[in-house]
């Protein structure tokens, strides 16, 4: 079987009526999933660059970027036109606005060890209106890191100024102790990971987090974010945030 067997078939069968279908399951229930988008072997490859930059970060929490991902098989992914042309494709649905050209801003996130804590229950919305989430490796007993979400809570704001005004009330202690309360009473839209699974959402719209793992466990991540609605905002640029 070749690398991203799966991925590829199914991108490339993908009907304009099963992207608006997709579409759909994301403004009605916060997130679309689809199990086995990688293969057994696809995942292998990727555990193994994943523990690589753990042993590398001294068996503590790492985040690579874009630049960082070379042979760790998500750098193909990201590079392959039927699963860029999924994105686009869904913006169009989702916005009604034609497509910028898809530039990824590519994370993989791998939580362990002692820092594990302070990676974990931050809730936050993102810049980018899509994002896709790729687990790659999800704890199988213990702490799992559960994705948290509250779905699809906000527009796309016009003015990047607005959009900061809601991320810094967002990141007030009282706010994120109130949503942790809401989340340990279950009143949270909680999400189990599959590894292997893609799963997407609109990541701008929606207040979002993990749930931490055990110190010797590993939650490892890759996170697709597409579109920054601001991203030529001179507020933005002048303030250095992304």
Known sequence: MSFLSNANTWLSNLSDSAVRDIATRINEDGIFWLPDFLATDDLQKMREFVAEAIARGGHQSVSLRSDELDGSGLDELAGSKPFRDLFSRLYLVGTGQPAPVVKFHQILRCLTGESVAKHSLMFH?????????????????????????????????????????????????????????????????????????????????????????????VRATALYHYADPHADSFVKRQLGRR
């Not at 900061?164 to 009282?174: E, Q, S």
């Open 125 to 217: 919305y993102d810049s980018y209106i899509l994002t896709a989430l790729i687990p790659v490796e999800i704890p199988a007993t213990g702490k799992r890191g559960d994705f948290l979400i509250i779905p699809n809570t906000r527009q796309i704001r016009s003015n990047y100024v607005f959009n900061l005004a809601d991320k810094v009330v967002l990141d007030n202690a009282l706010v994120q102790r109130v949503l942790r309360a809401r989340a340990s009473n279950g009143k949270v839209k909680r999400v189990s990971m599959q590894p292997g699974a893609l799963y997407l959402f609109w990541g701008y719209r929606s207040i979002h987090t993990n749930e931490p793992v055990d110190e010797g466990a």
